[in-house]
């Protein structure tokens, strides 16, 4: 079974502009969770979507916003990009069950110069 | 509401030294708990998790026991390798819930 992919790997953005991620999760989940990891803040909650619909979010400004698909595919956009975005971006999957098990995959590392 | 506090680091062992990471949270229901490790350049893998008080999480040599009395999940490991070296997490969720972390601990093993 294939695990979460998420594209690009790596990213390298100006200040101002947009960007899209993607994530794939693993067949079969239909909860996608999006994290944001930097060496000051650690891991932080941005939202989570399943069957299409934001079900969580986390406490980052609008300029942060994400969509799934029919699929579960989710992709997640920043725009008006600051240099605090730099950061590892991280998307998790999971079914629905009494656990939650969250699979993780290897990140984004968006670069804003 | 629901947190997780975690242990801060950065942590640096010896080589086979015992190892505790701890870990202790807040939430309002019945939550499963869980410890995440991440290797350098990659993103997080489960290393164990538990579902209900008492219950015992165990992988690799490490071992974690859900205590609900204390609300704490505590990672240990009796001897740890330099292949250890990484960066753990601490985490739990309520059923439709999101899934809340600690802060992470960076772990260094020297031979």
């Known amino acids: 079974k294939a695990g979460v992919t998420q594209t690009p790997r790596y990213l390298i953005k100006t200040r101002g502009q947009q960007v899209t991620l993607s994530c794939s999760p693993i067949?079969?989940?239909?909860?996608v969770s999006w994290y944001q990891q930097t060496p000051g803040q650690g891991l932080q909650f941005l939202f989570e979507?399943?069957?299409?619909?934001?079900?969580n979010k986390g406490n980052f400004p609008g300029r942060f916003s994400g969509r799934q698909f029919s699929n579960s595919r989710s992709e997640m956009n920043v725009s008006t990009l600051e240099l605090g975005d730099s950061a590892l971006y991280l998307c998790?999957?999971?079914?629905?069950?009494?656990?939650?098990?969250?699979?993780f995959g290897p990140g984004t590392r968006l670069t804003v110069l | 509401g629901n947190s997780v506090t975690q242990m801060e680091g950065p942590v640096t062992l010896s080589e086979e030294a015992f190892l505790t990471i701890n870990c202790t949270y807040t939430?309002?229901?019945?939550?499963?708990l869980f410890w995440y490790v991440q290797y350098p350049g990659e993103g997080l893998q489960l290393l164990l998790k538990?579902?209900?008080?008492?219950d015992k999480g165990s992988n690799k040599g490490f071992e974690a026991t859900y205590r609900k009395e204390t609300t704490s999940f505590h990672l240990e490991k009796g001897s740890v390798q330099v292949s250890d070296s990484a960066v753990y997490f601490c985490?739990?969720?309520?059923?439709?819930?999101?899934?809340?972390f600690g802060t992470g601990t960076s772990l260094t093993v020297i031979p």
């Open positions: 985490g739990l969720i309520i059923t439709g819930n999101q899934f809340y």
């Open positions: 998790a999957s999971s079914i629905l069950a009494r656990d939650n098990e969250q699979f």
């Open positions: 538990a579902t209900k008080a008492d």
């Open positions: 979507y399943f069957s299409e619909t934001q079900r």
């Open positions: 067949s079969g989940h239909r909860s």
């Open positions: 939430a309002t229901g019945y939550p499963s």
